[in-house]
Nanobody, 127 residues
Framework: VQLQASGGGLVQAGGSLRLSCAAS????????IGWFRQAPGKEREGVSL????????YYADSVKGRFTISRDNAKNTVYLQMNILKPEDTAVYYC?????????????????????WGQGTLVTVSS
């Protein structure tokens, strides 16, 4: 399983970005996909997760109502739509998946539950 995150960039506060997580070597439809972020000097934290079917989604409290996770299994891609961005959203964003197909981690935001990681894409929100 190889994941590649893209779509990051520089945006002003209040703006929007859409991140994409594409997969190669597997069908992404078989995996739950999580988005994480890591700001300078901080630990990596869970942002959102979507189940393999797309029927269940989870969000960190800090992004609820602003971010939306979705998936297009036909395109083998998961998206993170980020609206009303704030300077504190500045971070490198990663997508990740557990090793087991269709598994949703019992603690979805626990980085140790994830086995495959993309390379990260930088999001910078200016004030």
């Amino acid at each position: 399983v190889q994941l590649q995150a893209s779509g990051g960039g520089l945006v002003q506060a209040g703006g929007s970005l859409r991140l994409s997580c594409a997969a190669s070597g597997c069908s992404l439809s078989n995996y739950a996909i999580g988005w994480f972020r890591q700001a300078p000097g901080k630990e990596r934290e869970g942002v959102s997760l979507i189940s393999s079917s797309g029927g269940s989604t989870y969000y960190a409290d800090s992004v609820k109502g602003r971010f939306t996770i979705s998936r297009d299994n036909a395109k083998n891609t998961v998206y993170l739509q980020m609206n009303i961005l704030k300077p504190e959203d500045t971070a490198v964003y990663y997508c990740a998946t557990p090793a087991e197909q269709r598994r949703v981690p019992s603690v979805w935001a626990d980085v140790d539950e994830y086995h495959y990681w993309g390379q990260g894409t930088l999001v910078t929100v200016s004030s």
